[in-house]
């Protein structure tokens, strides 16, 4: 795998390869804060058995972040 991947047409925008784990980045938090970690893990790991052929026998452990702020949302300002 190369040091990123840029997904098109998949909930995981993402991946990232650290050689010895890799990340996923997936946006729109209004989506993701509602639902749990576990649901949020089996999207995730479906598209990436769908793009990268990986699997659940190839994670060992998982940690997951849902930060709702590092998503820039723009917003125009209303004209009075």
Known sequence: MDNFLAVTGSPV?????????????????????????????????????????????NIVDYKMVKEKRATFVWRRKSRK
Do not use: A, P, R
């Open 13 to 57: 925008q993402w991946v990232f390869n650290h050689g010895d784990y890799i990340t996923t980045v997936t946006s729109s938090s209004s989506k993701w804060d509602k639902m749990s970690e576990e649901d949020i893990f089996k999207i995730i790991l479906s598209e990436l058995k769908k793009y990268l052929d990986i699997d659940s026998k």
